[in-house]
Each structure stands twice: as C-alpha cells, then as structure tokens.
C-alpha cells in the first residue's frame, strides 16, 4: 500500500501551476510563437517594423529577422512592406498574417484550458 505523500509534497502540490507555450515549427526551426504573434500585433496597432520593434524594445534588426523568417516559411506573407519616401515606409499584416495571428490564440487558450484541468491532478 502505498504512503501518503510527505507534508512538503503535499504543500508543494498545492501551489504548483502548470504553465506552457507554443510554438509552431516550420523548415526553419520556429515558424510562429508567442513573440512574433505579440510582434505581428504590434506592427498591426503602429503600421511599421521600426515601431513596432522600439515599442516592445526589441532592436529593429531582430523584428526584421523575425518577419522574414515568418515571410519566407509562410505559403503566403504575413507582412507586406511599403518603400520609403516622402511619409516614409511602413508595414501591414496582411490577412493571412491576421488568420495566423487568430489560429495562434486559439490554440493557446486550448493550451491554458488543457493546464488548468491538469493542474487540478496536482491537488490530490
């Protein structure tokens, strides 16, 4: 028969918390995740790389890489760019970047549901 856990297991048991991130792999390694989803956001709300990048204090080099990475691993881009000139350049989520972005928090909130029923396993 077995034992009853030890105190400090059990006291344990009862603050742990399931925690978990998904990222979604393409030919290249990571294709989308939770950073370049908050990223793709970010050029949604400024309409620009550069800002979205200095709005998250990311470098705009590592923004650029990732919405490449993104582009290039896409069947269609997620991000269609605007020379400079006059008003400058710019950037905008194009729809299939939109559908990623929805996919994206679908399958996260079933991830935190998912956890959430687990986690009642760790209060036995």
Do not use: C
């Amino acid at each position: 028969m077995p034992s009853k856990p030890h105190r400090s297991i059990r006291a344990a048991r009862q603050r742990a918390e399931l925690r978990g991130r998904i990222w979604i792999n393409g030919p290249e390694g990571i294709f989308i995740g939770y950073g370049r989803v908050a990223l793709l956001e970010k050029i949604i709300e400024h309409g620009s790389i550069a800002k979205a990048a200095k709005s998250m204090n990311m470098a705009y080099r590592h923004a650029w890489d990732l919405v490449d990475s993104m582009n290039r691993q896409a069947r269609t881009p997620y991000v269609e760019l605007a020379t400079g000139g006059r008003g400058g350049g710019g950037a905008r989520v194009t729809l299939a970047g939109k559908e990623a972005i929805a996919l994206f928090w679908r399958f996260h909130a079933d991830l935190q549901a998912f956890l959430k029923r687990e986690e009642k396993k760790l209060r036995l």
